[in-house]
């Protein structure tokens, strides 16, 4: 293999210099380890983020991938597929109560790109509520409901009509939501924006307030669905029922792919008025079947919810003044500090542990679900050596 600073001038050269990266080259992964090109070994809490939740390398997923690649590679949405048939079926059967169809797709930003198109066409209203501190992606629809201004600023105009109010303030909502209004859109647990639950009869109340005024409600599971927060689906922590679910990250354990699921309150949508080239190809819902079956015959959403917390109260523990405070939902944790992160992370990550940032002072901990508790615990060795330091 070429030299790791030949890879990162490679990299830095030709690539589009858009991310801010660390200084690794990561080749390969087991399981909840990866390993940079010098061989050094690493816990990864940062998985993709969010995507490699069966564990890096997972040989029942890259089985059915090679299976699947030495049969039909593509097959376009104009014919019918039986990997794309029994994903689908596979899908509905995992899916919350009230879904009814779903939309395939290839990423995150697209599943939202989708479903606001989905819930203008169905409503014929173009309003769209979303909250502040919100990510929901980056192509010009997911971007008018994401919150940063950063991202948003180069970009004006954005789509019109979307508007933003504080994450868990029902009253807030309630003045905001009108006979206008197409769709409110919500993360289950703020990723992006920190780890921030929603509190517990928010999204309820946000449900009651849309279908009183004939709006839909998505939900944006990209980043909590399959299994991370101690459920297949976070929503399963609430007694709500979305019209729109958006979901990707995790679904093909690793493979680029999304969907949209589509509820009863969102009716028949027009022939041809969305569609994609390489959403629901064979390859990606075979990996996608593949990592559904895992997840379910692990019982990886309840392993998520204790080792979650067995993340949580370890991390909870550490003595340190600069933890402001440890929040999260099963093995979705940050650590909140009193100061920027970026000099933390950089720490753990020479201490042999892979974590990411939320917002300028948190830490964010997303491990793949398979983790050992004995990684656990040296993630939360490691992150009190480099916070007590
Ligand atoms: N929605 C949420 C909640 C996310 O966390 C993300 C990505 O982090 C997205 C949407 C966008 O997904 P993608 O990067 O696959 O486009």
Redesign the pocket.
Known sequence: MIPSAEIIALEDRYGSGLESKQPLVLVRGQGARIWDAEGREYIDCSTG??VASVGHANPIVAEAIAEQAKRLLVCSNGYYNEQRAELLGRLMRIAPAGMERAFLC???????EGALKFARAATGRTKVIAAMR??????MG?LSATWRKEYRKPFEPLVPGFEFVPYNRPERMEQKVDGETAAVIL?VV???GGIHPAAPGYLEGVQALCRERGALLIL?????GFGRTGKMFALEHHAVQPDLL?L??AMAGGM?M?AILIGERVGPLPKKIHGTTFGGNPLACAAAKATIRFIESQNLPQRAAELGQRLSDGLKAIPSPLIREVRGLGLMVAVELKQKSGPYLAALAERGVLALSAGANAIRFLPPLVITEQEIDKVVQETAAVLEG
Do not use: L, M, Y
């Not at 290839?106 to 939202?112: C, D, I, L, M």
């Not at 919100?134 to 192509?139: L, V």
């Not at 944006?220 to 909590?224: C, G, L, N, P």
């Open positions: 983020p969010a290839n990423s995150g930003t697209e599943a939202v919100s990510f929901h992606g980056r192509t997911a993360e703020q990723g992006e944006d599971e990209v980043q909590t958006c990707a990250k680029p999304g």
